[in-house]
């Protein structure tokens, strides 16, 4: 609990099977048919290999006196259970995640490590049949993130993490996932933003990049108009449908086709309307 005391729990996991026991207890509570995604963020400061349930254990009895290599063996072991609960669901959710936002003193930064890059491409290959999605909080990083969304085919792209939601690192952003990603493995918007308010603003500050962006691919004869227009209105308006699951309200009607969409069924989240560069 944030500023307040840890509230009391009815058990204490202390042995594996109390931590099988709980990961069960939580998969089974997650209410599937009202999610589009799960969102979490992975550390760079993790070691995201595979502990043994020996291991585990070890690091359990030890818990009164854990450190750094109990940690990491707690989040990893317990990570493992979790994707591999959510894979059996299939495609009912998708995993999303952010990288590289790690805690300073008073805020957070971008920072992430080639090793973590690595283990994250391993840990998606090992789940071929969950949906990972992630949001790059490093420039660094994006050019590896494109690589994996190319080569694994059930990773995809999406948005701007908040600590590379800045004009020149959108453009860089957009230009790389265009020229290395396809369009149906990219959302081209997402927000964590804490109001409604902000969160119109950031969609208007990403339609005015993607404008500039590619009108410059335009230029360089890279995309004709009609190939501009098609690509937008897919990262926009059609990925995410096929990816999350997501349904266009009346406002995000594609007039420029002739359809019309229907409304949202209650419980369902929105797209943004096609943009037109």
């Known amino acids: 609990m944030i500023g307040a005391a840890r509230p009391a729990v009815a058990r204490t996991i202390r042995t594996l099977d109390d931590v099988h026991e709980a990961m069960a207890h939580y998969l089974a509570s997650l209410p599937y048919a009202a999610m589009v995604a799960m969102a979490t963020g992975i ?78 491409s391993e840990l998606v290959a090992r789940h071929p049949r969950l949906r990972f999605q992630g949001f790059v909080a490093s420039r660094h990083a994006h050019q590896s993130f494109c690589t994996m969304a190319r080569e694994l085919p059930n990773f995809s792209l999406a948005g701007y993490w908040w600590h590379n939601f800045f004009p020149g690192a959108i453009r860089q952003t957009m230009e790389e996932r265009l020229d290395m990603v396809p369009a149906n493995k990219q959302c081209g918007f997402f927000s964590d933003a804490y109001c409604v308010e902000w969160a119109y603003a950031k969609a208007g500050i990403v339609r005015l990049q993607m404008a500039e962006v590619y009108s410059g691919k335009i230029a360089q004869g890279q995309y004709s108009r009609a190939d501009a227009v098609d690509i937008a209105r897919q990262v926009l308006s059609e990925t995410p449908q096929t990816l999350l699951g997501m349904r266009p309200g009346p406002a995000a009607a594609c007039s420029s086709h002739g359809r019309s969409a229907a409304p949202s069924p209650p419980g369902q989240m929105m797209s943004l309307p096609p943009a037109t560069p």
């Open 43 to 120: 550390s760079t400061d993790i070691d995201y290999r595979l502990p043994s349930d020996t291991e585990m254990a070890q690091a359990l009895a030890r818990r009164a006196s854990a450190g750094r290599p109990e940690r990491d063996i707690y989040a990893a072991y317990i990570g493992e259970l979790l994707l591999r609960g959510l894979e059996r669901e299939g495609h009912r959710v998708v995993f999303q995640f952010s990288v590289g936002a790690e805690p300073l003193p008073q805020e957070t930064m971008s920072r992430v490590s080639q090793h973590t890059l690595a283990q994250i």
